[in-house]
């Protein structure tokens, strides 16, 4: 069988490893970076045919609009090019997840971040506020905004950037991540990445013995919209998660077990 990774990182420890797997079971592994240019990557496609399945790691206009392709040719592409571009609009992934009552943090969105400088754009529930950038990308714009002040200095260094603000949810300085495989979950933790608190970092929680809902929102959001491979960021509310972030195919790094469950997955798919 063909697997063809479509990837700009095929040293990616879960990649690499699953890419071996895999050919030491005898099946034939590729991988595609969709932005290697200047070629087309529909021309670097095998030409004795479409591999079985593609695993679409990369979520850069290119690599979307080359899994589209593959798919309109009859090509599995696991994540779809649909799902994958949903979970790259945060305005529409929230969207989504406030119609199905899925924990999240309350959002606006604004088209250009200098909307904040006219007064017109004020955060609707106080301080501290959450500024991301709309469309989720390496790099994109991720910060609190604890004042009036601050919101503006964000807004004089990101004028005209799409962003969506949400409220900010307290929390104990951890971000619990669930990765799910084809509906099997790993679990971390790791320091939040927006103002964690002073030596988070020396005193890890715990991560076994998560409580039921916590995997059972993780296991709804696959199927919300539509994944099959995918990371969800959850905190702390009041004892119950609250989903701050979605990722398709993220840079799953570390537990045991993945490497397999995405080869499989591979399988399956095709």
């Known amino acids: 069988m063909r697997v063809c990774l479509l990837t700009d990182k ?4 879960l990649l690499a490893a699953t890419a071996a797997l895999l050919d030491r079971s005898g099946h034939r592994v590729t991988f595609l970076d969709p932005d290697a240019g200047p070629v087309d990557p529909w021309d670097l496609i095998a030409p004795d045919g479409l591999a079985e399945v593609y695993l679409l790691k990369a979520h850069t206009p290119a690599a979307l ?3 589209r392709r593959l ?5 599995r592409v696991v994540n779809s090019a649909a799902a994958t571009a949903l979970c790259q609009d945060r305005a529409r992934l929230a969207e989504v997840a406030e119609a199905a009552a899925l924990p999240v943090p309350r959002t606006r969105t604004l088209a250009a971040l200098a909307d904040v400088l006219s007064g017109a754009q004020r ?4 301080y501290p506020v959450m500024v991301k950038s709309r469309h989720s990308r390496r790099a994109d714009l991720v910060a609190r905004a604890d004042s009036p002040d601050g919101l503006r200095e964000l807004a004089g260094a990101w004028p005209d950037e799409p962003v ?4 900010f949810v307290p929390n104990s300085g951890w971000d619990h991540k669930l990765w799910v495989i084809a509906g ?3 679990t971390a933790v790791r320091p939040t990445p927006v103002d964690a608190p002073p030596r988070v970092a020396h005193r890890t929680p715990l991560v076994r013995d998560l ?3 916590w995997t059972a929102t993780a296991l709804r959001v696959g199927e919300l919209f539509g994944l099959d491979v995918y ?3 959850l905190l702390d509310r009041e004892g119950g998660p609250v989903v701050v972030d979605v990722n398709a195919f993220p840079g799953i790094r570390g537990p045991r077990g993945a490497p397999e469950a995405l080869a499989a997955l591979a399988l399956r798919g095709a």
Not at 10 to 13: G, K, L
Not at 164 to 167: A, E, G, H, I, P
């Open 164 to 167: 969506v603000l949400q409220d």
């Open 10 to 13: 095929p040293d990616h420890p």
């Open 231 to 233: 990371g969800v960021d």
């Open 211 to 213: 409580p039921a809902a």
């Open 184 to 186: 099997e979950v790993f």
């Open 123 to 126: 955060p609707e529930h106080g």
């Open 65 to 67: 609009a080359l899994a």
């Open 71 to 75: 798919e309109a040719h009859g090509a």
